[in-house]
């Protein structure tokens, strides 16, 4: 494991010196993915967000290869990033732990390599997936091997003061699956990312039910709105669609989450839906009217 160098520790201090007041707010580069390095500092600072999460940056998925997060490259982005006041919230890693065979293999070299990125930079989170149940393989038997590779890095990331974020995400959004792979990892290096937006939309569960079963891990949240399009559904601007955005925001400020609300437009996936030159201001605009109205200053 890397030992963090004198400039990534010396962040925090500079942070404190220089960070206006901001809303808890934050984007995932997944929104824009063709937005190199720079801008995407830029876009965050002159938003007024608070954190980044990073997934993928100017179309590289793989973080340890993006050369502003590399060797010598490293302290020099993270001393931009405390100059500019700005946070890291978590890396997203693309590691799903129900793999087998070779997969498997590959998502937790992937997991461990993202977790020594985030010891490097100082970053608490690591994301990664569940992600799928198959119809051919007994249930009982997927959840051991998802709690199994979870176990793994999160024992990884503890030594490396890194915790694991399952994220509510693919077959993994009802609380009840969640909750029973949080208890069988049994770990205080793993944690939840609640993705509210697929435990209401594949999940079907109201916010404060959903909070209620998993809030006490909640670290990190992914926040977006959609309608009903065919068997699918069609991300929209926030507040246009019928998410209960703003309830979803309510239930956490009131439970006293104390995380980032993060703003994970699906661009990467879907490049049919609108620029981030306009969904992030939008964002910004309507959740930070939502936590100014939950009660919330900026700090």
Sequence with gaps: MTTLSAGVAAGPALLRATRAPRYPIAFSTLGCPG??????????????????????????????????????????????????????????ASAAMHESGNARIAALDEGRRFINLAHEMGVKYVRMFGDKISKDEARDAVFARVIDGFRQMAEYAKPAGVAVLMETHGDFTHSADVRAIHTGVAS???????????????????PADTFAALGQWIRHTHLKDSIPAGDDRRYVLTGAGDVPVKAQVEVLVKNGYKGYYCFEWEKKWHPEIEEPELSFPQYARVVTGYLRDAGVTPS
């Design 188 to 206: 205080d290096a793993f944690a939840i990312l609640w993705d509210a937006h697929h435990t209401y939309a594949a999940g079907h569960e109201q």
């Design 35 to 92: 937005w190199p390095w720079k801008t995407i500092l830029d876009q965050a600072d002159r938003l007024g967000f608070a954190a980044v999460e990073l997934r993928g940056v100017a179309g590289e998925m793989d973080l340890p290869k993006v050369p502003e997060l590399a060797g010598a490259a490293l302290k020099a982005t993270t001393r931009e990033l405390a100059s500019r006041g700005l946070v890291v919230s978590d890396l997203g």
